[in-house]
């Protein structure tokens, strides 16, 4: 029982210690600054960040649903992905109703992805991939010296040979500079970041 009672202890003044020592090596680190921002998103910017297009698998429009710019897209790129030999494309015309739906071929079915959409089922394939390019305009936060924000700069490049023919892209120019907003904390003993979706052009300086 003896024994018991000093392994107890020894336990508990062990745990005492290290929660002592686990204090003192997680406490705040040193206030934010614009080098240790862009050190907290070295490996982030280094990552190769796929970006897809989509396009339904069936496009149609008829005199209650009048076809808008977005089915003549989306009519282009299911013609330009059967002329690739990716998909073969069935035109339909009943009572007033005009549709074209799309079938992947054995060519396109390790390239074409399928996904819900807002227009329906739609094919989704990787178009570039996103660049980062490291932040501008960073502020700590006036009484938070661990909270910060600044601009993150990007662009898309690297397009596959998939970016000529989803012409349903949209604002995906290649090689121009995008900035969005990024918010730096320190929470749970870590640094971390959030990136808004929300992005801008980068006027040209």
Not at 59 to 80: F, G, H, I
Not at 82 to 95: F, M, Q
Not at 112 to 139: H, N, Q, V, W
Request: proline letters at 8%; glycine letters at 4%; charged letters at 25%.
């Amino acid at each position: 029982m003896r024994r018991e009672t000093s392994q107890v202890n020894l336990m508990q003044r062990a745990w005492v210690i290290g929660s002592i020592l686990l204090a003192f090596a997680c406490g705040k680190p040193e206030p934010l600054t614009a080098q240790k921002a862009e050190a907290i998103l070295h490996d982030f910017e280094f990552a190769n960040e796929p970006i897809y297009a989509e396009v339904p698998q069936r496009v149609w429009w008829s005199s209650k649903s009048p076809q808008d710019d977005y089915d003549v897209k989306a009519l282009e790129t299911l013609r330009n992905l059967e002329r690739a030999g990716y998909l073969t494309v069935t035109e339909l015309h009943k009572d007033d109703v005009t549709s074209y739906t799309g079938k992947v071929t054995p060519a396109g079915f390790h390239l074409l992805g399928t996904a819900p959409s807002m227009r329906g089922p739609c094919f989704r394939a990787t178009i570039c991939f996103k660049k980062y390019d490291g932040i501008r305009d960073f502020e700590r936060h006036p009484t938070e010296p661990t909270v910060g924000h600044a601009k993150l700069v990007w662009h898309y490049e690297r397009p596959t040979p998939m970016y000529p023919l989803f012409t349903t892209r949209i604002d995906k120019p290649l090689n121009s500079p995008f900035a969005s907003n990024v918010s730096f904390y320190w929470k749970a003993h870590a640094w971390h970041f959030d990136v808004m979706v929300k992005k801008a052009h980068v006027p040209s300086s």
